[in-house]
C-alpha cells in the first residue's frame, strides 16, 4: 500500500482549482492507494477536502486547516473532526505565526490529543518553521503525532532528522527532499518515523517521488514502512 502524506486540493487564488476526480486520476496513474489531503491556506477551502473525503472515503484522508489567529480556530477544527478530518494542517508561513508559539497553538493541539489525531504542520527552512522550533512542540505534546512537513526542506534537513531522533512523536514527510537526504534520514531516524509525501500539485511528482525512494531505501521492510504503513498506523488505517 501506498500512502501519499501530503496532497492539496481545492480552490486556490491564481492557479485552476484542483478537484478530487483529477487528484485521484494522476493516483491511479501511478498506483498511490490513499492521499492525505488539505487545502490551500490562503484560500482556506475546507470545503473542497470535506466533499472529496466523503465522496471518496477509501482514497482521501482529510486534514482540517485553521489559522490560528481566527477567534473561531478551535470551534472550526472541533467541528471539523465531527465531520470526518482525521487531523491539523497548519501553515506557519502564509499565516504568520511560529509553530512553537504555544500560547497560540496550544488549544489546537490539545483539541488533536483529546481526539487522538495528529497534527501535519510544513517545517522547512523558514523562521517560522525551522525545524528546531518543533522540539519545543514536541515536548509539550508527546501524545501528538507531529509531522514535520518537507524534513526541513534541503537546508535543514540534518536539523529535522535529529529533532525527530530526539522525539518518537516527530515524523518526517520527505517531500521534494534529495535522494542523499532520505538515504541519511533511514540511518539516522527510526524508519518508523519516515513518511513518504509528494506535495501535489506544487511540490513534486507522483512518479519522481516514488523512484527516489526506491532508489533510496534497498531494505523491502523499510519501503513498505516508508511508502505506507508507518502512516497507515498514524491514521489508523486498516488495509
Not at 492507494?33 to 487545502?39: A, H, L, N, P, R
Not at 477544527?77 to 496550544?106: S, V, W, Y
Not at 526542506?153 to 530526539?166: D, Q
Not at 527532499?177 to 509528494?198: D, H, R, W
Amino acid at each position: 500500500m501506498i500512502i501519499d502524506i501530503n496532497n492539496m486540493i481545492g480552490k486556490r487564488k491564481i492557479k485552476p482549482e484542483i478537484t478530487a476526480i483529477s487528484l485521484i486520476s494522476a493516483m491511479d496513474d501511478a498506483k498511490i492507494d490513499k492521499s492525505v489531503i488539505y487545502c490551500f491556506a490562503p484560500v482556506m477551502d475546507n470545503d473542497s477536502v470535506f466533499n472529496a473525503i466523503v465522496k471518496f472515503p477509501d482514497r482521501f484522508i482529510g486534514l482540517f486547516t485553521v489559522n490560528p489567529w481566527s477567534d473561531s480556530s478551535i470551534d472550526d477544527l472541533k467541528k471539523g473532526f465531527d465531520q470526518g478530518f482525521r487531523g491539523l494542517h497548519l501553515d506557519p508561513i502564509r499565516h504568520g505565526f511560529a509553530i512553537n508559539e504555544l500560547d497560540l497553538l496550544a488549544p489546537l493541539f490539545e483539541a488533536c490529543r483529546q481526539a487522538g489525531f495528529p497534527v501535519w504542520a510544513y517545517g522547512a527552512a523558514e523562521v517560522f518553521s525551522s525545524p528546531i522550533l518543533f522540539q519545543e512542540v514536541a515536548e509539550n505534546f508527546p501524545d501528538v503525532p507531529i509531522i514535520m512537513g518537507h524534513m526541513g526542506y534541503t537546508y535543514e534537513a540534518s536539523s529535522a532528522m535529529s529533532i525527530a531522533k530526539r522525539n518518537k512523536n516527530v515524523f518526517l514527510d520527505i517531500t521534494g527532499s534529495m535522494y542523499s537526504n532520505i538515504k541519511k534520514a533511514e540511518k539516522t531516524v527510526p524508519v518508523e518515523q519516515i513518511l513518504f509525501g509528494t506535495g501535489t500539485p506544487d511540490f513534486g511528482a507522483f512518479e519522481t517521488e516514488i523512484q527516489k525512494v526506491k532508489e533510496a531505501i534497498l531494505e523491502p521492510k523499510h519501503r513498505d514502512m516508508i511508502f505506507g504503513e508507518n502512516a497507515a498506523k498514524i491514521f489508523r488505517i486498516n488495509k
